[in-house]
């Protein structure tokens, strides 16, 4: 698991519980190097002085606030922790809440909580508390130079720590031009959403995290194994030109396509949106056999006659090209 990066207690009335945090996710991402691609020497950063352009070192770094143009505060780590030392080191609960009544879109960035030296009991105390009444605690932890809300989740035999994004900080959707469930031009039949029920349904399985992992990285993988393999190790791969996509009308048949994706194929030659029965498609009488004998016939014989008066054209011509000829060789004799 590796260190803590936080230490302190959870508090809620009287109660103190010393706990350690640990961070619950790791990141998977692809950590890409940045080269010159002239020469494919990696591309670094410096921390530099603004005023002479000189390099600093890390120890020569220290952290400051903008009061005003160009003129600062300077804050030190012990600053930081002296502005509030309680906030700084404690987990304070404000209250606890139904956890479905919390949005996905305010959970942020979740952290093990283990107990600290002492604390087992208590521990245990607070995460079957939650466990029991089926609830979350909403607390305020400051985690670095930043007070953060954050919910306390009951997750197994672990109380995890999620921060939570305020109630500033989410975007409204008043911009957005999304359609309405009253809106003209996304008004749903009962039979489309019916389909869409139905595929829902067919599509239906229980949670399994471990089935599910980042494909797309595990190509890229498999690009860069394959180019090692290949020696092509400095070939920078350029785009192609792209393609115009063919134009499409804007109707979208959506019954055909919950269709196909139920794995049926749409009626022929009928509206996407048609309620009428399919029963007029009995009414359409097949050909008769004798018909398609005759013209079969008729065919054939028109066939032949065509082939005959085409053979017989060039047989003409053949005769009729020497009598053109001869006069044009009186004249050059």
Not at 273 to 298: C, H, V, Y
Request: aromatic share 6%.
């Amino acid at each position: 698991m590796g260190r803590s990066l936080w230490k302190g207690a959870i508090s809620f009335g009287l109660v103190h519980i010393p706990v350690e945090m640990y961070p619950a996710v790791r990141d998977n991402a692809l950590d890409l190097t940045m080269l010159d691609r002239r020469d494919f020497s990696p591309v670094g950063f410096k921390r530099y002085n603004k005023g002479n352009n000189k390099e600093v070192v890390w120890d020569d770094i220290v952290k400051g606030y903008e009061y005003s143009d160009g003129e600062y505060v300077v804050l030190s780590e012990e600053d930081l922790r002296r502005a509030n030392p309680e906030a700084t080191g404690t987990i304070d609960i404000l209250a606890f809440v139904d956890a479905e009544t919390v949005p996905l879109l305010y959970y942020e960035q979740p952290y093990y909580l283990a107990p600290g030296k002492g604390g087992d009991k208590v521990y245990a105390l607070l995460r079957e508390t939650l466990r029991k009444v089926g609830k979350i605690g909403i607390a305020t932890v400051v985690i670095r130079v930043k007070q953060h809300l954050a919910a306390l989740v009951c997750e197994g035999d672990t109380i995890v720590l999620n921060t939570l994004r305020y109630s500033d900080e989410i975007r409204p959707t008043d911009e957005l031009k999304i359609p309405t469930a009253k809106s003209k031009t996304a008004a749903i039949s009962d039979k489309e959403l019916k389909m869409a029920m139905a595929l829902v349904e067919g599509m239906s399985e229980d949670w399994e995290p471990e089935q599910y992992h980042d494909t797309y990285r595990e190509d890229i993988l498999a690009l860069v194994e394959k180019k090692v393999k290949a020696r092509q190790t400095k070939t920078i791969t350029m785009p192609e030109k792209e393609k115009a996509p063919a134009s499409k009308g804007n109707v979208i048949d959506l019954v055909a396509l919950l269709q196909q994706s139920l794995g049926k194929k749409p009626a022929k030659g009928k509206a996407a949106n048609d309620d009428e029965d399919d029963g007029d498609k009995d009414e359409e009488a097949p050909p008769a056999k004798p018909r398609k004998t005759a013209s079969k016939t008729t065919s054939t014989k028109a066939v032949a006659k065509s082939a005959a008066k085409t053979a017989a054209k060039p047989a003409v011509k053949a005769k009729a090209a020497p009598a053109k000829a001869a006069p044009a060789r009186r004249k050059a004799a």
